[in-house]
């Protein structure tokens, strides 16, 4: 066979071979699941009754959950509720409250609790003041909500599926069939109800743990894939010019086939992180740009932001992905922009010098920061690579020229991250193709 037609084929059938690999890694709160929700939501890929009723019952843990985070962190403020007899005496219902059972509604009599504490200006000030601790982002939209959650016939929306909270806990692995053209599918409304999967319909087999009594510590629900499609090019006798076609056609076959990897991003996860470090296409890392001012829920004196920024530091100093694409969500941007009026940067990070309501600049000094950091990590990688003295050194052609791809993204903004997803795949399949060197 020509030897130019070897040389294309061979890297055609690696290239291949290697499915693509997403792997979504940041701080715990970052966004990740709610990235892997939508893009299910975007492909259409239906969840099943038992993962829709287990968010059902999820909504109900969330309210409770989170009205008990805030609550804990009212002493903090000088904001005890302890001594304002109607709303604590609310408190302590809801805190009483049963996990929800298969099929039942949400219990009327704990409305008026809800909304008792809900309307109470103490909570309503403190949601406001205590945003430097880990209160889920959650807790506004279904609040403002109370009437629509509890009616007997409730099922969650899609948007309520994006806003629902569960911390992951291990590694959640969903092989999403992508159209190469994703803008050009119809995105479901986010106010209507999904419509549970028939099983023997979806190709993802998905695996939901029931909710446990304490439904923050479960990973509900988690998701399996089954079937894998491999694609063949040539056989020995190919010529180059059937490697070609084959590429080609791979390139205008209208599905990539992409296995998304979700790991949990608090503390106690990230040491299994390492058993998905392998055959890594793109790094999706996320950040939550409105953590600039809170502590991680782990630790009250850890900073939101700078554990990102020390996570993905060591990210882009790691010899398993010098050859892999970085692409870095700065996410929950409705939430930044939203407080940074009243929570001025400089507190937190003195060397900002922008406007304190300038939401442009605030934004543009996290990415630098984010891209300074990856720039240097790089080039340690790089001298570190260069100098090693191992007998199977590799090339560093890749991570010389390595690139990390920024967007703003706020994650429950499904036409958004549409669009965002849209342009990652297309960085993906255009360096795909010249990898193979057929552009
Ligand atoms: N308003 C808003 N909420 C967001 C955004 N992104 C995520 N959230 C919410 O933030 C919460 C946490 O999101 P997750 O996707 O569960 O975070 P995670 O990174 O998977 O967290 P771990 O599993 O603990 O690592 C959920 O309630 C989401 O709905 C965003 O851009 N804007
Ligand atoms: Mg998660």
């Not at 570190?384 to 003295?389: D, G, L, R, V």
Request: net charge neutral.
């Amino acid at each position: 066979m020509h030897l130019e037609a070897e040389q294309v084929l061979k890297k055609a059938k690696r290239r291949m071979r290697r499915e693509t690999k997403i792997l979504l890694l940041g701080s715990g709160d970052s966004g990740k699941t709610t990235i892997m929700k939508q893009m299910r939501l975007i492909t259409h890929s239906a969840f099943t009754y038992g993962e829709l009723e287990a968010y059902r019952q999820l909504v109900f843990a969330n309210l409770v959950t989170g009205m008990r985070a805030l609550v804990e962190c009212l002493p903090d403020v000088g904001m005890p509720i302890d001594r304002i007899p109607d709303i604590w005496a609310a408190y302590q219902e809801i805190e009483k409250a049963p996990d929800i059972k298969e099929g039942q509604p949400f219990p009327e009599e704990y409305l008026p609790h809800f909304k008792l504490l809900w309307a109470h200006p103490t909570i309503q000030r403190g949601i406001l003041i205590c945003r430097q601790f880990a209160i889920p982002d959650n807790v506004p939209y279904f609040y403002e909500s109370l009437d629509r959650l509890f009616a007997p016939s409730y099922q969650p929306t899609h948007q309520d599926l994006v806003h629902v909270r569960a911390r992951t806990t291990g590694i959640v692995e969903t092989v999403f069939q992508i159209p190469n053209d994703l803008s050009r599918i119809t995105l479901p409304d986010p106010n209507a109800i999904p419509i549970p999967a028939q099983s023997r319909h979806t190709r993802l087999q998905t695996k939901v743990q029931p909710a446990g009594p304490n439904h923050e510590d479960s990973n509900v629900p988690s998701m399996e894939t089954t079937s894998r499609t491999t694609t063949a090019v040539g056989g020995d006798s190919a010529t180059l010019e059937d490697a070609r076609k084959a590429l080609l056609k791979w390139q205008s076959s209208e599905m990539q086939e992409v296995r998304f990897v979700d790991v949990g991003g608090q503390k106690s996860q990230r040491r299994k992180w390492i058993h998905c470090f392998q055959d890594v296409t793109a790094i999706l890392f996320l950040v939550a740009l409105s953590g600039y001012d809170q502590c991680i829920i782990e630790e009250k004196t850890t900073n939101q932001m700078s554990d990102a920024m020390s996570i993905w530091g060591n990210i882009c100093t790691m010899e398993w992905f010098k050859n892999c694409h970085f692409i870095l969500f700065l996410n929950k941007e409705d939430l930044f922009s939203e407080k940074l009026e009243s929570s001025p940067i400089r507190r937190y990070f003195p060397d900002y010098s922008g406007g304190s309501t300038d939401v442009e600049a605030a934004k543009d000094y996290f990415k630098r920061r984010f891209l300074r950091i990856a720039q240097k990590g790089t080039h340690q990688l790089l001298q570190e690579c260069e100098s090693s003295t191992r007998p199977n050194k590799t090339d560093n052609t890749f991570l010389s020229k390595r690139t990390v791809y920024p967007h703003f993204t706020t994650a429950v903004d499904i036409s958004l991250i549409q669009r965002v997803m849209e342009s990652v795949s297309h960085i993906i399949l255009q360096s795909a193709l010249q990898e193979a060197d057929i552009l």
